[in-house]
């Protein structure tokens, strides 16, 4: 899958969600559209494979996770941005999805499982919150974010919290959060000039896992 053809793929998913609430029927809507047993859930893993093998995506490393962003929002996937993360047998740090988050489960290993979950679609509502947690074996996940909004707080796996701790935290670790920028994946397709990487050197200092999810 090249580079365009994947612009034009998220540019198309994207637009079929744009009006949509961030809840369970924008998840089903997409699991019925673009889900695991359709043409564009096997471009996607194709796309994965072959960006990871030509070494222009997932262009960061933090132990056993590998990252990068591939569509800042508002450019070629409407207001969403877009990230890929490499994730095996590992716990990431907990944040807020400001505005949602909409991911695309893609194991590698059938057994793998993203937050308890198989492959496809999952969507988590404006205000929600979670560990990200990849389990039973090595998955990529693909994730959208309304706005490229996104608040890391700080707080460590197994800790109790509230809402005023996860509001708290988010304001206290503003400067963990990405700035949307990222490494330009078309470098070995194009001669446009690469962006400004993600912000996230002084989140993987602090947090076990390096990546903006």
């Not at 369970?24 to 043409?39: C, I, V, Y």
């Not at 047998?89 to 590698?108: C, K, M, Q, R």
């Not at 800790?159 to 708290?168: A, T």
Request: hydrophobic share 35%; with cysteine; charged share 25%.
């Amino acid at each position: 899958m090249t580079t365009a053809a994947f612009d034009i793929l998220l540019g198309e998913i994207a637009a079929a969600i744009a009006d949509m609430p961030v809840d369970r029927r924008m998840e089903t809507a997409l699991n019925q559209r673009f889900g695991p047993e359709t043409p564009a859930f096997a471009a996607l893993r194709a796309f994965c494979l072959e960006g990871e093998r030509d070494g222009w995506l997932l262009q960061r490393q933090n132990g056993d996770i590998k990252f990068g962003r591939v569509i800042k929002p508002h450019t070629k996937a409407g207001k969403f941005s877009v990230d890929v993360v490499r994730m095996k047998n590992v716990v990431g740090p907990h944040h807020v999805h400001t505005n949602g988050e909409i991911g695309l489960i893609i194991p590698i290993d059938d057994s793998a499982r993203f937050d308890g979950k198989a492959e496809g679609w999952y969507v988590y509502p404006v205000g929600s919150d979670h560990h990200p947690t990849v389990s039973d074996g090595d998955a990529y996940v693909l994730y959208m974010l309304p706005d490229g909004a996104i608040e890391f707080t700080g707080l460590q796996s197994g800790m109790p919290k509230s809402r005023s701790d996860v509001r708290q935290k988010s304001r206290d670790n503003k400067d963990l959060e990405p700035d949307g920028d990222s490494k330009k994946r078309h470098q070995a397709a194009a001669a446009d000039p690469p962006a400004s990487p993600i912000k996230t050197l002084r989140m993987i200092k602090k947090a076990t896992w390096g990546t903006p999810f």
